[in-house]
């Protein structure tokens, strides 16, 4: 029986590392709250992905896998360490973190949606509320707003690389369809 890695595990294990070894620096609950959201549906999803998806990933532009996964880490470093997210004083921006959350439950939504689905790639695509390819643009919406909430440049960056990758393969497979 093979044993496959994925990076989003090792991702959680080198967080978990770090924040050992560096107990100095700020760990935000929120920004993990808002991982966990993001990582347990991919987790599950890692052994419930749509029929034929291999076919789809052989043709995924590199340059945007690339861009992808550098904002996967920047986002998930920047979002568990460094920010200070966690609930302001009720000012006009903690709108912008309640609406994020929002984002994160509709994310929550559209993976029970593909869970309870025949998990086909047209399942996988289907637009949620009118959001195109909603389980890649939810979640950086989500992260693009807790950057503008932290007034974080460096989340904001991270995200928009993030988002330009995830979001730029996730079109494309949904045009193969």
Not at 87 to 113: P, Q, T
Not at 129 to 150: D, H, K, Q, R, S
Not at 156 to 168: A, D, E, F, P, R
Request: proline share 2%.
């Amino acid at each position: 029986m093979k044993f496959k890695f994925s990076y989003i595990g090792v991702i959680f294990l080198l967080i978990l590392i770090i924040q050992d070894a560096v107990k100095g620096l700020l760990f935000t609950d929120i920004g993990a709250i808002f991982l966990f959201m993001l990582f347990i549906p991919n987790i599950i999803w890692s052994k419930n992905k749509p029929k034929d998806y291999k076919k789809y990933v052989k043709n995924e532009d590199k340059i945007l896998s690339i861009l992808e996964k550098i904002g996967q880490v920047a986002v998930v470093c920047i979002s568990v360490f460094f920010l200070d997210f966690n609930i302001n004083d009720g000012s006009y921006r903690s709108i912008l973190l309640l609406v994020a959350f929002v984002l994160m439950i509709l994310y929550e939504i559209y993976w029970i949606r593909y869970f309870k689905s025949e998990k086909t790639m047209k399942d996988m695509y289907r637009s949620l509320l009118g959001i195109p390819v909603a389980g890649a643009t939810l979640p950086v919406l989500a992260f693009l707003l807790i950057g503008v909430y932290c007034e974080n440049i460096l989340l904001i960056l991270s995200t928009i690389i993030l988002g330009i990758g995830h979001i730029g393969i996730h079109l494309s497979h949904k045009r193969e369809i």
